[in-house]
């Protein structure tokens, strides 16, 4: 089941693939699609562009005041650090201020002290929009899905691999994201530093 509300809605899913249905069952099926598309983009992406989210950061502490969120914030809900034996204490949230757009969340009274592990979990921003081309290409693989399911009466479409080790092997894909995609993501994709 897909984590992710879609940010494109069935009437425009339905205008892109030029459906009058009214059906709530073909709906329903292209809400699943359109989630599942949303899902696959933004695992892709390694980001989430849902307003008023609530996201959790677990990380080791290293002795810095500050931390660099993965997605932006407006508000920190909690903060929790857990020991090396297992033992979690809720902590002040007092002191974490956001800056930078809520992307850089920093300890005005102390460090995020090593040897803890620290869950900071805070809401994303309401105004948070998913950018158009995001929002095209996750239509673009909801329509895809569509065509290769039994409902959209199309076929699967695979790439296969050739590939040898120590025997010839082959291996198939369902190809998701094309390089024409993958362009078109490139500049919102989060890259681990």
């Known amino acids: 089941m897909p984590t992710y509300t879609s940010p494109v809605t069935v009437p425009g899913f339905q205008l892109y693939i030029n459906d009058l249905s009214g059906d709530p069952t073909i709906l329903g099926f292209f809400q699943t699609l359109l989630d599942t598309a949303t899902e696959r983009v933004y695992t892709y992406l390694d980001l989430d562009f849902t307003a008023n989210a609530t996201k959790t950061e677990t990380f080791e502490g290293n002795g810095t005041d500050y931390l660099r969120l993965h997605q932006p914030a407006s508000s920190v809900t909690s903060w929790i650090t857990t020991d090396i034996n297992g033992v979690a204490t809720p902590q002040s949230i007092a002191p974490l201020h956001l800056f930078e757009s809520g992307i850089l969340l920093v300890n005005s009274q102390g460090t995020f002290d090593s040897g803890y592990e620290h869950s900071i979990s805070y809401k994303t921003p309401l105004s948070l929009t998913c950018p158009e081309t995001v929002r095209q290409v996750i239509t673009e693989i909801a329509a895809v899905m569509l065509r290769e399911s039994k409902q959209g009466a199309g076929s699967l479409s ?8 120590t025997a010839s092997l082959a291996r198939s894909e369902y190809v998701e ?7 078109m993501l490139s500049p919102y994709k989060r890259y681990a530093v």
């Open 158 to 165: 695979k790439a296969i691999d050739l590939y040898r080790d």
């Open 177 to 183: 994201l094309t390089d024409r995609h993958r362009a």
